[in-house]
């Protein structure tokens, strides 16, 4: 299937400070400008690292500052409040995210939701994407957030945009199992963090010069508590799109939403990372049992629009990030 779609980053930052500035220019500038030009990237490379520490340490000593935003929808127009420490807000200050932020989920959102319809949000962050569900397609929204500061700041923003009867927020994390867990962020990237301590986003270099450099300063990471539950324990009676980025849990998470994939039988968007190619017969394997097809999303900027397109499992390369969007098989206009 190939479908146009012009999705929009309703959200913007109307104020910086300094963290936020600092945060930006690495991949605002490294990404857009010196991409080709490696010497450059160099001094970019320190900046991000000491960006990195600047906010670590920051949240360590809960230094937080406020900063006002606003979300555009329609002709109406809110304000809304972010903590500077809480790194993934980058989805409103990043330059590459001005236009629309995560192109494929935004997609699908704008594609598959209908109004009213229920949006399941694993590993929501902030909430990004459960507020363009909320507010741009007046869906409802159930979310699930591990980290309680981040937890936090999407109720507080809730309340503040008046779409807290929209939005659930639960302060859990989901797998397989039950029970309590700790986990440790280690830099000022929050989302990087996961239940799954075999997994992380940063390259080898990148994290030996950052726990050395924290050694050195003696800043120590983040300890975080969290209850670990089943997404089929919530008992949640409807949904038509689950979106799951929870770096490298996601598997495990499907593994204890079965009943609820059977029961409700939703479209699924979530992160696949390619380093092991073998676990993704562990994904075809769990759809194939419940009647679901597995697609590449591909979601490209042309003429002017997003082309969203789903292609074959079975152009997955080695050592790349992909969307995969399990459908299920009944839903002939979606897969044809």
């Excluded at 006002?68 to 929808?73: D, E, G, P, R, Y």
């Excluded at 759809?287 to 152009?315: P, Q």
Aim: charged share 25%; hydrophobic share 40%.
């Amino acid at each position: 299937m190939k479908i146009y779609t012009n999705p929009k980053n309703p959200f913007s930052l109307l104020e910086k400070n300094l963290l936020v500035r600092l945060y930006s220019i690495y991949p605002n500038l490294s990404n857009r400008l010196f991409k080709s030009i490696k010497l450059i990237k160099a001094p970019f490379y320190i900046l991000h690292l000491i960006v990195n520490l600047y906010g670590l340490k920051k949240l360590v000593n809960r230094i937080d500052r406020f900063l006002t935003a606003k979300v555009t929808f329609g002709n109406t127009k809110k304000l809304f409040t972010i903590r500077d420490t809480n790194s993934q807000f980058h989805s409103i200050y990043y330059n590459c995210f001005r236009d629309v932020y995560e192109p494929d989920v935004t997609s699908a959102i704008s594609l598959f939701l209908n109004e009213g319809e229920t949006f399941i949000d694993i590993g929501s962050n902030w909430g990004h994407h459960t507020f363009y569900a909320v507010l741009c397609k007046k869906a409802k929204s159930i979310a699930f957030e591990p980290n309680p500061a981040v937890c936090d700041d999407m109720k507080r923003i809730a309340m503040e945009l008046g779409v807290e009867d929209s939005v659930v927020c639960h302060n859990l994390a989901l797998s397989n199992f039950t029970g309590d867990i700790q986990f440790v962020q280690e830099y000022f990237e929050s989302g990087i963090v996961s239940i799954n301590s075999e997994f992380t986003s940063l390259s080898l270099a990148t994290k030996k010069i950052l726990d050395q450099l924290k050694k050195i300063l003696k800043i120590n990471g983040i300890k975080i508590k969290s209850t670990v539950v089943s997404l089929d324990s919530m008992n949640i009676a409807s949904a038509k799109l689950i979106k799951i980025d929870a770096e490298g849990a996601e598997l495990n998470i499907l593994y204890g939403g079965l009943e609820t994939l059977k029961r409700c039988r939703p479209l699924v968007i979530f992160e696949y990372h390619s380093s092991n190619l073998e676990r993704l017969n562990n994904y075809l394997d769990y759809f194939r049992s419940i009647n679901y097809m597995l697609k590449i999303i591909d979601c490209k900027w042309s003429d002017k629009k997003y082309c969203f397109e789903l292609n074959s499992v079975e152009d997955i390369a080695k050592n790349k990030q992909f969307n995969l969007l399990a459908i299920p098989k009944e839903y002939k206009n979606v897969i044809a």
